[in-house]
């Protein structure tokens, strides 16, 4: 079963930054943050993961508080292409993927 | 980086009969990959998870004789719907691990709509 919470829903304006919360208070001390998104009537796409310490990549930063029991992924100017659901998954290497239900990104012109 | 591609994208198909869906993993080897099945408006749902040369697991609720699936080789596993009905109509989605890499790569999908 997921064990992570999203809010189900968030606007975000053309050109700034979208931040977007997860909630995982049960993550074990060997489990990754793993963040996807799903553009509609296409598989989930990759975005980015961290195990404790904060990351960044050409697409978002991913910061992670530090009891890691949340996170928050960052898209720092987001575009209209942006729309879409993203998931926060929590796992290891080796653990199937359970989605929860994901938050919904409406960026607005 | 990891490409996993899933055929067909799009199938329609009378009730009753059966209906495959392929995956396959492009560049890299999996020892495993992962049926989704995934609703309008809802999350993915694991349906299944699909080990090379032994049987595959099914995840609680779900019917295996209803969803046949076949991982043959490293790079291919196949879902099969039989006896189609109208309610398993869905998107239905794949995803392998490649071992050089993070997480999982996803396919692109198959919609399949059963009339």
């Known amino acids: 079963d997921a064990k992570t919470t999203q809010p189900p829903s968030m606007d975000c304006a053309e050109g700034r930054a979208a931040n977007l919360p997860c909630n995982h208070s049960?993550?074990?001390?060997?489990?990754?943050v793993y963040w996807y998104r799903q553009i509609h009537s296409q598989g989930p796409q990759y975005i980015i993961h961290?195990?404790?310490n904060n990351e960044t990549n050409e697409m978002a930063s991913l910061i992670i508080t530090e009891d890691r029991k949340s996170s928050t992924l960052i898209l720092p100017h987001a575009t209209l292409r942006d729309t879409a659901v993203y998931y926060c998954?929590?796992?290891?290497?080796?653990?199937?993927?359970?989605f929860g239900s994901g938050t919904k990104l409406n960026v607005k012109p | 980086g990891a490409v996993v591609s899933q055929h067909p994208s799009r199938v329609i198909c009378k009730s009753g009969t059966s209906v495959k869906i392929e995956c396959r993993s492009l560049?890299?080897?999996?020892?495993?990959m992962f049926w989704y099945r995934q609703f309008p408006k809802k999350s993915l749902m694991l349906m299944a998870t699909?080990?090379?040369?032994?049987?595959?697991?099914?995840e609680q609720g779900v019917e295996k004789d209803k969803f046949l699936i076949n991982h043959a080789s490293l790079t291919l596993s196949t879902l099969t719907v039989t006896s189609a009905h109208p309610e398993d109509s869905s998107f239905y989605i794949c995803?392998?691990?490649?071992?050089?890499?993070?997480?999982?790569?996803f396919g692109s999908g198959t919609r399949l709509t059963v009339v």
């Open positions: 961290g195990l404790k």
């Open positions: 699909s080990n090379e040369g032994s049987k595959a697991t099914y």
């Open positions: 998954i929590v796992g290891d290497n080796f653990n199937k993927f359970y």
């Open positions: 560049d890299f080897q999996a020892t495993t």
């Open positions: 995803s392998a691990r490649d071992p050089l890499a993070y997480g999982y790569t």
């Open positions: 049960t993550i074990s001390g060997n489990e990754y």
